[in-house]
Nanobody, 115 residues
């Protein structure tokens, strides 16, 4: 089992920045890929970015050049640095871990981009 706890969400003005964190615990040795997903109100949950245990990254086109995903394997923590935020980035952001033991989700953290 893997437990994931997100933090760092909040209210930010357009053009601002936020850094999300996801602390993993439990069977973290079994994690291969970690990712951030988001779900806006009334919409489906979509991939934002993901990173393998070796550091390879993948981003959805709408966030390329603005968001950066990283992970600290020693501290079992995943990050998402979000810059130049836009109102359309408003959503609940979820941390995901794809592990040999299964696929796991955090409870999410709300990001609101509004003036």
């Amino acid at each position: 089992q893997v437990q994931l706890v997100e933090s760092g969400g909040g209210l930010v003005q357009p053009g601002g920045s936020l850094r999300l964190s996801c602390a993993a615990s439990g069977s973290v040795y079994s994690i291969n890929v970690m990712g951030w997903y988001r779900q806006a109100s009334g919409k489906q949950r979509d991939l934002v970015a993901r990173i393998t245990r070796y550091g390879s990254t993948d981003y959805v086109d709408s966030v390329k050049g603005r968001f950066t995903i990283s992970r600290d394997n020693a501290k079992n923590t995943l990050f998402l640095q979000m810059n130049s935020l836009k109102p359309e980035d408003t959503a609940v952001y979820y941390c995901n871990a794809d592990a040999y033991s299964g696929n796991y989700w955090g409870k999410g953290t709300l990001v609101t981009v509004s003036s």
